[in-house]
């Protein structure tokens, strides 16, 4: 509580500076929020939000399925499961793994289904570090292309226990 | 003529309704909003 009680009248409708300062904050305020929506469409790194309900006992039956459809190898006992272009490809979030290996084409198109079979967790693509929710109960669908060839690491960035730090996946785009 | 406070002082001096508005606003324009995403979340087909 004040010392003093402020004047019966104590608002003053900013003139001078004060008034410039309040504009310059609201447009840079709008600005920020313009450079949002704009970013989504430019980056072109933004999921679309495309997502359905899901039970882990269906996401990972589809997952099965679609591992033993396209599998092409192992990586230290790890599926690497390669798709054909423009197909629906799965990958599954559980503790403490991404599964399978993806294994993509350079400027093709997939639809990447991603859920979890336990509790939240975050697949971050690095280096280019983009990140996305993977729900358990939800398909998050990400319709992806890739522009460069290379490894990409996948970290889970949504803190899921103690074996958190040891979660991590692979994209190899050819 | 001492009557006719400024609207933001108004508004200001009022702390009900900047508690009611606190929290509908964000109940509404947050939780309300996704509750019905939730609820208007299609199922998976698993293509």
Known sequence: ?174 | MENRKHPVQKLMDNPWLLLVLGVVIPTISYTLWGLLELANTPVARLP
């Open chain 1, 1 to 174: 509580m004040s010392l003093a009680a402020p004047p019966r009248d104590w608002f003053k409708a900013p003139t001078g500076f004060e008034r410039s300062w309040i504009g310059i904050a609201l447009v840079w305020c709008l600005i920020l929020f313009m450079a949002m929506p704009y970013w989504h469409f430019r980056g072109r790194q933004n999921s679309t939000g495309e997502a359905y309900t899901v039970t882990a006992s269906a996401f990972l039956d589809r997952t099965n399925a679609f591992v033993a459809a396209y599998k092409v190898g192992e990586d230290h006992g790890v599926a690497v499961v390669e798709p054909p272009p423009g197909s629906d490809v799965y990958m599954v979030a559980q503790m403490w793994r991404f599964w399978p290996i993806l294994k993509l084409k350079k400027d093709q198109t997939y639809r990447v289904h991603l859920s979890s079979l336990d509790l939240n967790h975050g697949l971050s693509i690095q280096p280019m570090n983009m990140n996305f929710q993977v729900l358990p109960g939800y398909d998050h669908v990400l319709t992806i292309t890739p522009t460069s060839t290379g490894i990409f690491p996948v970290i889970c960035n949504e803190f899921c226990g103690v074996g958190h730090h040891s979660m991590t996946g692979r994209i190899l785009v050819e």
